[in-house]
């Protein structure tokens, strides 16, 4: 067989895997199909006659790609915005690769986690590499160090940083937490469901709804008071609400494709919501503590 030929099909037998990969150190669709891309054209520039394990050497390859592109954006300042898929990327046997519509997307972005997706563009490049490819991945830290340019036991200590950051501290007892996501779960459920009867049944009678200048204008009532209101504010909505850690107490973020744009800080007493914030200031988010909830 044409050795370009082969390695073609050794690559399209990686690809999915590639892509996950790429996925989730980037958290961004068209950026990990760049990265996959970019691994192929390095793949039929490179001598791979003692390469024993491909699928390993592309994984490194795109890894390292995706740390270039991670330090990159870090240098701008920038995390990635989600654009539509213009032209399909080639394939390298030279056939285009299907493009995914919005509902593939969502689904792409829902099998990483998007709550997990916001807290990952926190990371540093290396943390959010070494942790992705051990943790996901199961990747030696041996492998991992020189990807990151650090020895094995400081690989070891960036994936460790990366999953305490991940986890986060909560400020509540196991119990206790465990009782408010109960709550916060109904809560969403009522909202979704448009079920006002039971959203009155998780809000306070005096819960007091506040927004920030940002998510004012992006078309929240700055303040609203008294469970009725609130309950027909929220009926029917919270569809990409997702429950997360918020400065080690519960709250929700709504953060489409994995791009954090707004929080709901929550305050409960007594089995109940008391206060709903919504925050959207991006200086204020970004001084948030933000972590994963177990499932």
């Known amino acids: 067989m044409d050795e370009k030929k082969f390695l073609a099909e ?13 996925y989730r150190m980037l958290g961004s669709r068209t950026e990990a199909e760049d990265a996959v891309q970019e691994s192929w054209l390095r793949l039929s520039r490179a001598d ?4 024993e394990n491909l699928r390993g050497w592309l994984t490194t390859v795109v890894a390292r790609v ?30 285009h690769a299907e493009a995914m519509n919005p509902e593939q997307e969502a689904l792409f972005a829902d099998a990483v986690g998007l709550a997990l997706l916001v807290v990952l563009n926190r990371l540093t490049p290396s943390e959010r590499i070494a942790f992705v490819l051990h943790d996901m991945f199961d990747l030696s830290f041996e492998e991992i160090a020189p990807i990151v340019e650090r020895t094995p036991a400081a ?19 196991v119990a206790d937490l465990n009782r408010q996501r109960k709550v916060v ?3 969403l459920a009522a909202s ?18 506040h927004a920030d200048a940002v998510a004012a204008r ?9 469970a009725a209101a609130v309950a027909e ?15 080690g107490t519960i709250g929700l973020l709504v953060a489409p494709q994995g791009r954090l744009r707004v929080v709901l800080a929550l305050t409960l007493q007594g089995g109940r919501i008391t206060a709903i914030e919504a925050l959207a200031d991006p200086d204020r988010l970004g001084r948030l503590d933000l972590a994963v909830l177990d499932a």
């Not at 995706?66 to 032209?87: A, F, Q």
């Not at 960036?158 to 501290?169: I, N, W």
């Open 10 to 22: 050794q690559f399209e037998g990686s690809r999915a895997h590639l892509k996950a990969v790429a």
């Open 48 to 51: 791979t006659s003692d390469v």
């Open 66 to 95: 995706c740390l270039d592109m991670l330090r990159t954006r870090k240098s701008r300042r920038e995390e990635p915005l989600e654009t539509p898929p213009s032209s399909p990327a080639p394939s390298p046997d030279g056939a």
């Open 155 to 173: 690989a070891r200590q960036l994936a460790s940083r990366a999953r305490r950051r991940v986890r986060g501290a909560p400020a509540l007892p």
């Open 185 to 187: 779960d109904a809560f």
């Open 192 to 209: 979704r469901g448009g079920d006002f009867d039971a959203l009155l049944a998780v809000l306070a009678p005096d819960v007091v709804f």
């Open 218 to 226: 992006m078309g929240a009532r700055a303040e609203i008071r008294g």
């Open 233 to 247: 504010t929220f009926k029917g909505r919270a569809q990409g609400a997702l429950p997360a850690l918020v400065d």
